[in-house]
């Protein structure tokens, strides 16, 4: 199928991202962003896990505006817009850095709309966060790795076992937790506050996200609480896969957009040699090559978008080439914008370091760049 004009990007979703970038430039300025999560001393996220800081009536704002049910179809209460107006507005929350569960909550979306759960869908429309769990502490990517089984019990079912990785754990209201049982892999909504249900926090050095280790011991779910039965959660999940990247990979982009154009603006004011330092070509150079490396993610992540919505049986394919050339992206301009910085760029004190650490972070969440390079290679 040929590719759609503009990837499909037209007045709305254009609209959709002046909005968000106009918001977010408002309301989560990087001097605001460094108070809520880097406070003044780096000493307490060096010994310990990071409190899960977040503004959360900037969330009941985002909620206001319809960004948690952007993507749920408007018969289940949400704003019904294409998977490319999705990846405009993670990329702008990646631009920003904001430490909310928003993105987290996009990415579960995709997986409650593959499975059809309109119950579930008009519940994070409403504004509840939605975090998935589906891996296990290998970090595997093949579903039936999951870390948890389900036993059927009359109607319900009872989940033990742990799911890893699971992201923005502190700040979401519902799991989607995929287990094993007799009949294959399902899927199950598990409410936050779930008797049973125990969330251990990781340490880890992104500042903007939370991480953790769900446990559940005996957590009982009800009939319907189930998104996908035993033997048919393997199918949703691949049926998500594509629109899963393609989030993750615009938020990438985002996020190394503002690296290029802070160093970019840094290389204009710095001066050395009675020159700013963007005259001399072992900067400007790799700026360039900055700027080059995001326009090309950036356009492989909005393929992708469009073929998820236009083209699905391609989608997988573009999506994979999306994220694994943003996971580049984001680790040849975070290392660029710290050496580019100088002196200054390793610092606490320098702002780099919240983007660099966050561009770590998603680099490798569900795959970096060599992981993806070689499913595509399996392709061919």
Known sequence: MAQVKDFGIGPDETMVRDTARSFLAEHTPVDKLRKLVALDHHEAYESAVQPAQWDEALWGKMVELGWTGL????????????????????????????PSPLTTTLIATAVLKAADAGKWLARVAEGTGASLATMSETASLRWEDTGVTATKSGKDFTLRGAASFVQDARKVGLFLVSANGADGLGIFAVPGDAPGLKIRPDQIVDLTHDQATIELDGVTVPADAVIAAPGKGAAVLDAALSAILTI????????????LQTTAEYARVRSQFGRPIGFFQAVKHPIVNMMCAVDRARSLTYAAAAAVDNDPKDALRLARMAKAAASDTAAFCADRSVQLHGGIGFTWECDVHLYFKRQKHHQLLWGDGPYHRARLAETF
């Open 71 to 98: 993507g749920v179809p408007e018969a289940h209460g949400g704003v019904g817009m294409k998977t490319v107006a999705v990846a405009l507005l993670a990329e702008e929350l990646g631009r920003a850095a904001v």
């Open 248 to 259: 993750v990979a615009a938020d990438l982009c985002g996020a190394a957009e503002w690296q």
